[in-house]
C-alpha cells in the first residue's frame, strides 16, 4: 500500500472531514478525494461512506487506520534512526588494509576510533595489488592500498581516492655490509647484489622495476617474499638486500636511501564514489588520515633523512 495513501487517510480520520484533511496537507479537498478513491481501489474495500453531506469511515476503513498509525509510526522510528547515521558516526564500517600499513596505522587508528561507541570498524588485511583494488571495493567500504609513486593514479570516475602519505622506500642492507659506511648508495653500486624482492605485481616490486627502466640496473631478485619482517630477517642474516619501505623498517638492517633518486610509495583510502557521505565513513577516513600525519611527523622528528629533504 501507498504510505502517502496511507498518511491521507489518516489526516482524514484524525479530522473528520474531507476539506480539514485538505488544510492539513496543504492541498485541495479534490486531491485527499482521490488519495482516498485511489486507497480503496488499491485495497480492494470500501473504506469510506456518505455520512450527510461528508463522508466516515467504514469498519474496514477503521481497522486500516489502526494498522497505518503503526505503519507510520514505524516508519518515523525508521526515519529518526536513520538520521542519527547522518549526523553521527555509527554503524559498521569494513576496513581493509594491506600488511605493511597495519603494521604502521592500524594500532593508532583503532584508539582513535575507540572514543566513538556506536562505531563498529571490521578489519581484514588484505595482501593486494593495485588492479585488485576495485574489486575490493565491492566487499569494503574504505580499501586501504599502496602504489609505485611513478604508476598511473587510480580511475576518478567511480572511485574516491583519499591521499594519506608518501612513504621512501629504502635499500635495507645487512650489518657489516661494503656500502654499510655510506649515508646514500647509488644502484649501480648494487647491480651485483642478490636482491629478495617481493611477487610481481606488487607495489614494492613495481617500484624497483622503474627503477631498472630509469637507470638501466636491473637488479637480480633471487627470492620473492611478500612479509616484510621475513624479507628483513633474510636481510639482516646476510642472504641478500632489499627495497623496504622506511617507516616500519626494522633495526636489524641498515636503512639507507638511494642516490639520485626518488623511490617511494603512495599509501592511499580507495572507496567507492559518494561514500564518505556516511558519517561512519567520514569518521574512519579522519582518523586515518590523523594517524598517517602523526606516523610522518614521529619518523620525520626522529630521522634526520626526512627533516633535510632526502625523502628518497
Known amino acids: 500500500m501507498d504510505i502517502g495513501r496511507l498518511r491521507v487517510l489518516r489526516e482524514f480520520a484524525d479530522r473528520g472531514s474531507v476539506t480539514s484533511a485538505a488544510r492539513a496537507l496543504h492541498c485541495t479537498p479534490s486531491a485527499v478525494s482521490q488519495q482516498l478513491r ?34 507510520l509510526a514505524a516508519l518515523g522510528r ?53 588492479p585488485e583494488v576495485p574489486s575490493l571495493i565491492a566487499d569494503f567500504d574504505i580499501v586501504v592500498t599502496h602504489r609505485d609513486e611513478q604508476a598511473d593514479p587510480f580511475p576518478a570516475d567511480r572511485l574516491g581516492v583519499v591521499h594519506l602519505l608518501r612513504e621512501p622506500l629504502d635499500v635495507a642492507l645487512p650489518p657489516g655490509h661494503r656500502l654499510a659506511g655510506q649515508d646514500r648508495v647509488e644502484l649501480t653500486a648494487l647491480a651485483g647484489e642478490s636482491w629478495i624482492g617481493v611477487n610481481v605485481g606488487f607495489p614494492v616490486d613495481d617500484v624497483l ?44 638492517v641498515l636503512s639507507r636511501p638511494l642516490a639520485g633518486l626518488r623511490a617511494a610509495r603512495h599509501i592511499e583510502a580507495v572507496m567507492r564514489t559518494g561514500a564518505a557521505a556516511r558519517p561512519a565513513v567520514t569518521t574512519v577516513l579522519e582518523a586515518l588520515h590523523a594517524e598517517s600525519a602523526s606516523r610522518t611527523a614521529q619518523v620525520r622528528e626522529a630521522d634526520p633523512r626526512e627533516v633535510s629533504g632526502g625523502s628518497g
Open 38 to 71: 485511489a486507497l480503496q481501489a488499491e485495497v480492494g474495500l470500501a473504506l469510506t461512506e456518505p455520512a450527510g453531506r461528508g463522508l466516515r469511515l467504514t469498519d474496514a476503513g477503521r481497522a486500516l487506520v489502526a494498522r497505518a498509525d503503526e505503519v
Open 78 to 130: 525508521a526515519e529518526a534512526e536513520l538520521d542519527t547515521y547522518r549526523s553521527e558516526p555509527r554503524g559498521r564500517v569494513r576496513l581493509a588494509i594491506f600488511p605493511s600499513a597495519a603494521l604502521m596505522l592500524l594500532p593508532g587508528l583503532l584508539h582513535r576510533l575507540a572514543e566513538f561507541p556506536a562505531l563498529d570498524v571490521e578489519v581484514r588485511d588484505v595482501d593486494m595489488t593495485p
Open 209 to 252: 622495476r622503474s627503477l631498472a627502466v630509469r637507470t638501466g640496473v636491473r637488479p637480480r631478485p633471487v627470492h620473492r617474499v611478500n612479509d616484510f619482517r621475513v624479507i628483513e630477517a633474510l636481510v639482516a642474516a646476510g642472504h641478500g638486500i632489499a627495497l623496504l619501505p622506511r617507516y616500519t623498517m626494522s633495526p636489524a
